[in-house]
């Protein structure tokens, strides 16, 4: 019996080391941050920006859309569930400082389904001028190049969508420092995206076409949409970037990766907070991918040798144990400095296996339960992917009244 544990957990404890190892090598072998040679491709542009809150980072990320450098039409749409949503005073306050801009706010009172940014985003489609659409979170900031650099596969017609891969970075208001737990949650968070996130969609590539999108920034073609439905079809799902990039693949149209990231601003947030979002995060992929995701605990490459010298301490699995280590945090500090520019990684990253023994709660967790908190709402998650709203038990009931 000793025998047969100490082959199981060694293979498996090689297997993770391998599959962390290929998935570095897929993030070495892409030519991340490469920039176009010509530019001159520029076709007329409307850019989506559903709204909801006003972060400390928000005027830095949608001036940076302004600030694009890009020679062709842009037609900017924001749109808002509310008249007093707090992130239209700041908008209103960047069109009067940009007289010419091709730009309108747009308020989007109807909830047509449980997805409220969906529901913005459908609402958006009819004012859309041009015939090609780029849909990009709130909280997002643009390279000045993102655009002419996004829009340059579209250049064959055989492809459908365009996705920027995206980093995690964080803000910091200077009258609320974050606490302990707050800076861990967040590290770890930064952890997850910046150094395992991105360099996953390349593996996950190379075992098939793509066929999802990331919702960070999104180029799409309107005809693609049509062809779809429209953005109304996507606004009972929880995971609507991923459905709405396999519907596209299954129109036959191809989804490509931009080399050129964008970079997801968040302010400091509380670890219960970033626990809520990667927990959705982990349900949102088991019910998209359940067979994939449920795989994944074996690509872990702490957990196996861990468990491997903790069940059978002897010098193989202690010297196991070590090497998957170093190869997870030099993997995970290499993947962080190229995708962030820098000369050295951040600190953080030798939370790595901090993060990676996290994750298996977080996978334990996607498959315990089935609701996820949104925006401040409580959802159900059928088997397919739709979102049913939970009552919000601080709220009365209004129909004991």
């Not at 809520?276 to 349900?283: E, F, K, N, S």
């Not at 939970?390 to 004991?400: I, T």
Request: hydrophobic share 45%.
């Amino acid at each position: 019996m000793e025998t047969l544990v100490n082959l199981a957990l060694g293979g498996i404890t090689a297997t993770s080391a391998l599959l962390t190892l290929w998935q570095w090598l897929e993030g070495r072998l892409f030519p991340l941050h490469r920039r176009v040679e010509d530019p001159s491709f520029a076709p007329a542009v409307t850019l989506f920006k559903p709204l909801k809150g006003s972060d400390p980072g928000l005027e830095s990320c949608l001036e940076s859309w302004f600030a694009q450098d890009y020679p062709g039409p842009i037609q900017y749409l924001f749109g808002a569930a509310a008249p007093d949503d707090p992130a239209l005073p700041l908008v209103r306050r960047l069109l009067e400082a940009r007289p010419g801009a091709d730009a309108h706010v747009v308020v989007c009172p109807r909830r047509l389904g449980p997805n409220a940014k969906a529901s913005t985003l459908a609402q958006l489609e009819s004012h859309a001028r041009h015939g090609l659409w780029v849909i990009s979170d709130a909280d997002v900031w643009a390279p000045p190049d993102l655009l002419v650099n996004l829009v340059a596969p579209l250049r064959d017609p055989a492809v459908g969508l365009v996705n920027p891969l995206y980093a995690f970075t964080r803000t910091q208001a200077a009258s609320q420092p974050p606490g302990l737990s707050s800076a861990l949650a967040m590290g770890l968070e930064a952890v997850a995206v910046n150094a395992d996130f991105w360099t996953s969609v390349l593996q996950a590539r190379r075992l098939r076409r793509l066929r999802f999108a990331l919702g960070a920034a999104i180029a799409v073609r309107h005809t693609c949409i049509q062809r779809i439905g429209g953005l109304a079809t996507l606004v009972e799902h929880l995971a609507d970037d991923y459905v709405l990039g396999r519907r596209i693949a299954d129109t036959g149209q191809r989804i490509e990766l931009c080399p050129t990231p964008v970079a997801c601003l968040e302010e400091p947030r509380p670890w219960r907070t970033v626990w809520q979002h990667q927990l959705r995060w982990a349900r949102t992929i088991r019910v998209c991918s359940p067979g994939p995701y449920a795989a994944s605990l074996i690509s872990n490459p702490t957990l196996w040798p861990a468990l491997w010298a903790l069940l059978e301490p002897n010098a193989a699995s202690f010297a196991a144990l070590l090497g998957c280590l170093g190869v997870r945090i030099l993997t995970a500090a290499d993947n962080e400095r190229r995708l962030m520019r820098r000369r050295l990684p951040d600190p953080w990253i030798l939370a790595a296996p901090v993060k990676d023994l996290l994750q298996v709660l977080l996978w334990s967790s996607a498959f315990l339960g089935n609701t996820v908190e949104w925006r401040q709402e409580r959802f159900r998650v059928q088997p397919d992917g739709r979102l049913v709203l939970l009552p919000d038990p601080r709220k009365p009931d209004a129909s004991a009244s």
